[in-house]
């Protein structure tokens, strides 16, 4: 999720940040779509720190089990489990105040579904990116697709309350949706961001509209 753009260092960057309550948030933005992951109990330094991606990358694959962290003076970071220890720089730069990019009011429309459910239809026309229109119709989740000009239609079962419309990238779409195996999707109006949370629990994704006439 972090952005694959190195003209902007921050967002190339995972956001690893410890809380007051002993939890660390895990953060990276694009520029499009947000993804916070809050890790509970973490014994760690106070620290606020961007590491790169590539050792986020690195790290599940060097590194298993239980992980300690270790913040030096020169603002490295050492991660060890006791056996192999991973010493990653990190980079320089203000990362968005992502508090703020997360929708806090209550939204006027909020659908639950099964993720695959909307990923099997997402998919159907293929991984290349297109508009996908989410609106509430006849008590199913009405999903419109345009893609070349043709649009595609479909509908499926989901808990519903409220009204509302929204549409975005299918690409972004599918790559949150993928996160959970639940989820529940927040809308307050077309033009704001789209919230999605669910199981697993403290994840936390807010992906951004795209600006579409509805007929």
């Known amino acids: 999720f ?10 190339c960057a995972v956001l690893m940040e410890s809380e007051e309550d002993g939890s660390m948030s895990l953060v990276a933005a694009d520029g499009y779509r947000l993804v916070r992951a809050m890790v509970e109990g973490c014994d ?3 620290m606020s720190v961007l590491i790169p ?5 690195l790290l599940p694959k060097l590194l298993n089990g239980r992980v300690q962290l270790g913040l030096s003076s020169d603002n490295s970071v050492i991660f060890s489990n006791g056996r192999v220890n991973l010493r990653t720089s990190t980079v320089q730069a203000v990362f968005p105040n992502y508090r703020g990019l997360i929708p806090t009011s ?3 429309w909020t659908v639950n579904c099964p993720p695959a459910s909307l990923l099997r239809v997402i998919k159907q026309l293929g991984t290349s ?3 996908v229109r989410l609106s509430p119709k006849d008590g199913l989740l009405n999903i419109s697709m345009s893609d070349s000009g043709d649009k595609f239609l479909a509908s499926i079962p989901a808990d519903m309350s409220g009204e509302g419309k929204v549409a975005l990238d299918s690409k ?9 195996s639940e989820a529940r999707i927040e809308v307050t109006a ?8 669910g199981k697993p629990e403290g994840i936390v994704a807010v992906v951004m509209p795209m600006f579409v006439s509805w007929d």
């Open 53 to 57: 991606r590539k050792t986020c990358i």
């Open 129 to 131: 990116s297109y508009i």
């Open 172 to 180: 972004l779409l599918a790559s949150t949706l993928e996160l959970f």
């Open 190 to 197: 077309p033009s704001s961001p789209v919230k999605i949370t």
């Open 44 to 46: 760690t330094p106070k």
């Open 106 to 108: 209550k939204p006027n």
């Open 2 to 11: 972090t952005s694959p753009y190195d003209t902007r260092p921050a967002l």
